[in-house]
């Protein structure tokens, strides 16, 4: 893959952007006075569009507009912080505006995530595992520059913050006509076909996309949830916050350096049984977790679990990569990111309705449980051992 170091502090600045505008816009809502119980309508709003355009963008991309992709969503993203910063009093007009980012950061991930299949198209794996590993480091930084500018203060300063937002973005748009060009390396001989078309494949390839899918979507909702009831986990267990801030490095850490050994990792087992192996050894560890056991305890479960589900994630891609028929890895790429958004959306809610008797401790072993399922599709599904 040629430039990979633009493309890798593309991604990093992109999941950087986007993990410190989601956080700071719920506090603006706060500071707005908004019900908390409707603070939870901005991560749906970003959610919002990508579900409604996601195959449309994966199609565009697949006739060759990648760059356009990059630099359109890279404007979105940049224009909503101008527009954040300045034109948010009020709950729509944080939705709007957060609507706006979602759209931006999609177009973005599809292109990046398009480059990453095209012109690292024989090392797979190894591409995509690089590219997460990056993506992660971004997610993980945007926490720092929450508590940097935040300190000790209940609410931080948000309009400091949606600056360093939009600065963020303005660098991710500079160097975006940096990025390496993909004009002549891609398969573009399907871009003319219909969806439909695109999207009729052999029944073996349709069930591997299938189960590819299914893995990304749990795996990703399985992280939603760690992030979210840990810290409730740990008021029940009167485990002080910082403490918790740990634990969740400590997962995060795990997932990066399960991503650096991809390659190595589908080589050694094939990537059906990885997808599998993994998915098992997550939800056992997930599981655990409900259990009354010592912090180191509870610290090393994340780490196993932390590291087992950082697969997930970039071996989906290299899947879905390698099964896509020719003209249509953008659109098969894209219909994933579609699925994980309805993941994100509904599984925490499904889970929160049937589990509400059982306590924090339940939500952790319905996730396990659902990774054993994951596990189980995985292995009968894909057909990829490679």
């Known amino acids: 893959m040629r430039s990979p170091a633009v493309l890798l502090i593309h991604s990093f600045l992109l999941q950087l952007a986007a993990y410190i505008v989601r956080p700071t816009s719920a506090y603006r809502a706060i500071e707005l006075g908004v019900d908390p119980r409707l603070v939870g309508l901005i991560a749906a709003s970003f959610a919002l569009l990508p579900l409604v355009v996601a195959v449309s963008i994966g199609r565009w991309n697949d006739r060759g507009h990648v760059m356009p992709s990059l630099v359109i969503g890279g404007a979105l993203m940049t224009g909503a912080g101008v527009g954040i910063h300045l034109w948010s009093g009020g709950l729509a007009s944080l939705l709007m505006w957060n609507a706006v980012v979602g759209l931006g950061h999609l177009l973005a991930v599809v292109g990046q995530q398009t480059l990453v299949a095209r012109l690292g198209r024989e090392r797979l794996?190894?591409?995509?595992?690089?590219?997460?590993?990056?993506?992660?480091?971004?997610?993980?930084?945007?926490?720092?520059?929450?508590?940097?500018?935040?300190?000790?203060?209940?609410?931080?300063?948000?309009?400091?913050?949606?600056?360093?937002?939009?600065?963020?973005c303005a660098a991710l748009l500079l160097i975006t006509g940096f990025l390496p060009s993909c004009r002549n390396t891609g398969r573009k001989d399907g871009g003319g076909?219909?969806?439909?078309?695109?999207?009729?494949?052999?029944?073996?390839?349709?069930?591997?996309?299938?189960?590819?899918?299914?893995?990304?979507?749990?795996?990703?909702?399985?992280?939603?949830?760690?992030?979210?009831?840990?810290?409730?986990?740990?008021?029940?267990?009167?485990?002080?916050?910082?403490?918790?801030?740990v634990?969740?490095?400590?997962?995060?850490?795990?997932?990066?350096?399960?991503?650096?050994?991809?390659?190595?990792?589908?080589?050694?087992?094939?990537?059906?049984?990885?997808?599998?192996?993994?998915?098992?050894?997550?939800?056992?560890?997930?599981?655990?977790?409900?259990?009354?056991?010592?912090?180191?305890?509870?610290?090393?479960?994340?780490?196993?679990?932390?590291?087992?589900?950082?697969?997930?994630?970039?071996?989906?891609?290299?899947?879905?990569?390698?099964?896509?028929?020719?003209?249509?890895?953008?659109t098969w790429l894209a219909l994933r990111l579609s699925g994980n958004r309805v993941g994100q959306s509904l599984i925490p809610a499904v889970l929160s309705a049937f589990t509400a008797g059982l306590g924090t401790g339940g939500i952790f072993v319905a996730t396990g449980i659902g990774l054993f399922g994951t596990a189980a599709a995985a292995r009968f599904l894909i057909d990829d051992d490679r």
């Open 193 to 245: 076909r219909s969806l439909r078309s695109a999207l009729r494949v052999p029944r073996a390839t349709g069930r591997t996309m299938t189960g590819a899918m299914l893995l990304s979507m749990l795996v990703l909702a399985a992280v939603d949830l760690i992030q979210v009831y840990l810290p409730a986990l740990g008021v029940e267990r009167e485990i002080p916050s910082a403490t918790i801030g």
């Open 125 to 168: 794996d190894s591409a995509f595992g690089t590219y997460t590993f990056a993506a992660s480091l971004g997610q993980a930084g945007a926490p720092l520059v929450l508590a940097a500018v935040g300190g000790s203060a209940v609410v931080p300063d948000t309009g400091l913050l949606f600056l360093l937002y939009t600065g963020t």
């Open 247 to 330: 634990l969740l490095a400590v997962r995060a850490a795990a997932t990066m350096a399960s991503r650096l050994g991809l390659a190595r990792l589908a080589a050694r087992f094939g990537r059906t049984r990885l997808a599998a192996g993994s998915a098992i050894v997550a939800g056992a560890a997930v599981a655990a977790l409900a259990a009354p056991v010592p912090v180191v305890v509870s610290g090393i479960l994340l780490a196993v679990a932390g590291f087992a589900l950082g697969i997930g994630q970039p071996l989906s891609m290299s899947i879905v990569t390698a099964a896509a028929p020719a003209g249509t890895t953008s």
